[in-house]
């Protein structure tokens, strides 16, 4: 079998092909009188750091997508404030011009 064929197998496969090799190193382990515990420790001490690393970074990763989303929250909550005040602006200044137009039309009568 090469590494493309085991790249190509499905999850399940793959780990039915994992465990028929730790029974059949088991298997040899016991035949021929080797101490399991000296070989399997460092390995499940080994499976345990990486363990909690996974769960330290999956934690970590999760607080900075919080974070993330309340700095997009008050990003989104400023630009409505923005906008609102830009709308406020404008409605000023149309106020504005129509008391300038006004006094147009009154210095140009006030003009006749």
Not at 24 to 41: E, G, P, R, S
Not at 55 to 63: E, Q
Not at 81 to 94: E, F, N, Y
Request: charged share 20%; glycine share 4%.
């Amino acid at each position: 079998m090469t590494a493309q064929n085991l790249r190509d197998l499905h999850g399940p496969a793959k780990a039915g092909i994992a465990a028929l090799i730790l029974i059949l190193i088991l298997a040899a382990c016991l035949v021929l009188d080797i101490n399991l515990a000296a070989l399997i420790t460092p390995f499940i001490v080994g499976f345990a750091v990486l363990v909690i690393a996974l769960i330290v970074a999956v934690y970590c990763a999760l607080r900075w997508i919080r974070i993330q989303e309340q700095l997009a929250a008050q990003k989104t909550a400023d630009i409505s404030d923005v906008q609102q005040g830009i709308t406020a602006l404008k409605q000023s200044v149309d106020s504005m011009q129509k008391k300038l137009d006004r006094i147009e039309t009154i210095l140009e009568k006030v003009g006749e």
